[in-house]
Each structure stands twice: as structure tokens, then as C-alpha cells.
T-cell receptor
């Protein structure tokens, strides 16, 4: 699985958009970009995933660059409850021979300030 | 409600006393796995199971056993716990044709 690089920490004001970047320059064609978050020692929580198109769900939006070498997770209106460590993970899907294992890096510690 | 449950949530034990941490999921997932999380080392996979009676080692399997006799349960067994197994443990399920994996709430284990 391709490696990812994320900034160790970011701050965001409550109510503003939080934009979390991820670099995955060695991503291969069949690998998806996944985002999970972990709120203070709770179990990691799935947020969103994408292959090459931008994706949006009720939690966040995922913007993937055209060359797929980087992506940005956007929390449109961050709240205090969004304070967490956010992990960007790249892996191939199970149906394309990928491992089910999620390889968690150090992630980005996002702090949402009042 | 779709969920992964773990028991116990907190456990303090002594070196060498066998223990089992249970994990159960209600989503009919074939894939289940165990991770441990340690400061500075992040989340590391211990064991995983692709289906009933099929288990395999992850990155840090030493000192652990698992079994998968039923689809919904995947217990983690520490036959002779040692202090270096003091950690936060997470069970997860999902995968396959479901892209999302669900994690349990965690079990904080202290071995003295």
C-alpha cells in the first residue's frame, strides 16, 4: 500500500471549514483514499473514501487531485466535537486483491477552537 | 444499530494470568481483526480473520491467540499476559464488498 504524509497538527475555528491535506504521491491506479478519525482514544471511525472523483457525504467532502497524488478532506462547518486525529489511508479494494488491513500512520491532530 | 462490542472495556490483571477479550459484531461481516494502540507506535494489527475458521497473523501477533468459531465473534486470548501487552485494544469488522470498517470502543488493558 502507498505511504501517506499528513501534517502532524492543525487548528480550526469553530464554524469554519477544516481542510486537512494528505500526500500520497506513490498511489497506484487501483488504490483508494480512505479517511478515518479517532476521537480521544475511542475506536477509529470511517469518514469517507474515494478513487478519483470528488466525494461528499453527510460528514465531509473528499477532494482528490487529478493526478491522484494528494487529497484534501473538508469538514465544511467544524464543531468542537470534530476535534480528533484524522488518518488518511491508501489501499486497494478487497475486490481488486487489496489487503483488508488498515495501515494507520500518525495522522493529523485537528483541534477545533471556540 | 450496527455495532462492534468489546468486553471488558477496562481490565487490570497480573502477569501470567490468562485472559480473554471478547469481540462481537452484528453486521454479518466476514472480516474481523484486532489492533493494539500504543503511544508513539500508533495502531498495529495483531490478528485478522477473513471468515469462520480462517485466521492469520498481523504485524504484532506474538503473545496473542484468536479463534473464529462463529461469524459474529472474534475473541482475543492472552495465555500468559506480560507488562509489554499493556495497551489499548480495538476490534474491527467490515471489509469485503463493504468499504467501511467498524471499530469497537476499545479495551484498555493493564498488566502488572
Amino acid at each position: 500500500d502507498a505511504k501517506t504524509t499528513q501534517p502532524p497538527s492543525m487548528d480550526c475555528a469553530e464554524g469554519r471549514a477544516a481542510n486537512l491535506p494528505c500526500n500520497h504521491s506513490t498511489i497506484s491506479g487501483n488504490e483508494y483514499v480512505y479517511w478515518y478519525r479517532q476521537i480521544h482514544s475511542q475506536g477509529p471511525q470511517y469518514i469517507i473514501h474515494g478513487l478519483k472523483n470528488n466525494e461528499t457525504n453527510e460528514m465531509a467532502s473528499l477532494i482528490i487531485t487529478e493526478d491522484r497524488k494528494s487529497s484534501t478532506l473538508i469538514l465544511p462547518h467544524a464543531t468542537l466535537r470534530d476535534t480528533a486525529v484524522y488518518y488518511c489511508i491508501v489501499r486497494a479494494s478487497f475486490t481488486q486483491g487489496g489487503s483488508e488491513k488498515l495501515v494507520f500512520g500518525k495522522g493529523t491532530k485537528l483541534t477545533v477552537n471556540p | 444499530e450496527a455495532q462492534v462490542t468489546q468486553n471488558p472495556r477496562y481490565l487490570i490483571t497480573v502477569t501470567g494470568k490468562k485472559l480473554t477479550v471478547t469481540c462481537s459484531q452484528n453486521m454479518n461481516h466476514e472480516y474481523m481483526s484486532w489492533y493494539r494502540q500504543d503511544p508513539g507506535l500508533g495502531l498495529r494489527q495483531i490478528y485478522y480473520s477473513m471468515n469462520v475458521e480462517v485466521t492469520d497473523k498481523g504485524d504484532v501477533p506474538e503473545g496473542y491467540k484468536v479463534s473464529r468459531k462463529e461469524k459474529r465473534n472474534f475473541p482475543l486470548i492472552l495465555e500468559s499476559p506480560s507488562p509489554n501487552q499493556t495497551s489499548l485494544y480495538f476490534c474491527a469488522s467490515g471489509g469485503g464488498y463493504s468499504y467501511e470498517q467498524y471499530f469497537g470502543p476499545g479495551t484498555r488493558l493493564t498488566v502488572t
